[in-house]
Nanobody, 124 residues
Framework: QVQLVESGGKLVQAGDSLRLSCGWT????????MGWFRQAPGKEREFVST????????RYSDSVKGRFAISRDNGNHTLYLQMNRLKPEDTAVYYC?????????????????WGQGTQVTVSS
């Protein structure tokens, strides 16, 4: 069984930077492509970013492209999301997910495992 634990969320001001982390545990080969999603109050969970198992293929939503950067350290079993130039509309609970395939995935349905989420609040 794979377990994911996010950390790093907090209250920041608009324009600030923040790095989220997601540590995972589980048997070797059970985690492939990974991604970040977010859910703002009153809204559905939405895709933010994803990358492949080796981290060479990455995708971003239009709303974060150029401001956020996804990366991973497979040796330390950690996924990262570097968030720069944060905006109030980035306020949400951020979730990391893991799929069992190697490829990056933008669809929630492709993820088998999820973390509990970490709150990011950006004040104006």
């Amino acid at each position: 069984q794979v377990q994911l634990v996010e950390s790093g969320g907090k209250l920041v001001q608009a324009g600030d930077s923040l790095r989220l982390s997601c540590g995972w545990t589980g048997r070797f080969g059970s985690v492939g492509g990974m991604g970040w999603f977010r859910q703002a109050p009153g809204k559905e969970r939405e895709f933010v970013s994803t990358l492949s198992w080796l981290g060479k293929r990455k995708r971003y939503s239009d709303s974060v492209k150029g401001r956020f950067a996804i990366s991973r350290d497979n040796g330390n079993h950690t996924l990262y999301l570097q968030m720069n130039r944060l905006k109030p509309e980035d306020t949400a609970v951020y979730y990391c997910g893991a799929s069992e395939g190697e490829a990056p995935e933008i669809r929630e349905s492709e993820y088998s495992f999820w973390g509990q989420g970490t709150q990011v609040t950006v004040s104006s």
